[in-house]
């Protein structure tokens, strides 16, 4: 939408703990929004801090198109895709081995 609106200035930067177990795992820790409209966005970060969301399941809620928050979703696709593909050779081991 950014660049529909030619505002291509800004970031988004997600401050989140890499790995863990349980409620730990990819714990969003912070961010820094620095956008026109930042409102837009900072409330679904906020809540997911609140519950306790980890950062990769935000690729995982639908999220409107064209909007600011999509972008979150793209972002935190990296991270869930690396944990996807982390658990899938594992899968790969173990069936190898008969499990």
Do not use: W
């Not at 906020?46 to 999220?63: F, Q, S, V």
């Amino acid at each position: 939408r950014c660049i529909f609106e030619n505002e291509t200035d800004g970031f988004v930067k997600m401050i989140y703990r890499k790995g863990g177990r349980g409620k730990k795992r990819n714990q969003i820790l912070g961010a820094t929004i620095m956008l026109e409209n930042a409102g837009e966005i900072i409330n679904e970060i906020a809540l997911a801090i609140k519950t306790g969301l980890p950062y990769d399941r935000l690729a995982k809620i639908m999220h409107a198109y064209p909007t600011r928050s999509f972008e979150l979703q793209q972002m935190s696709g990296s991270v869930y895709y690396d944990r996807l593909s982390r658990l899938k050779t594992s899968f790969n081991i173990l069936k190898r081995l008969g499990y």
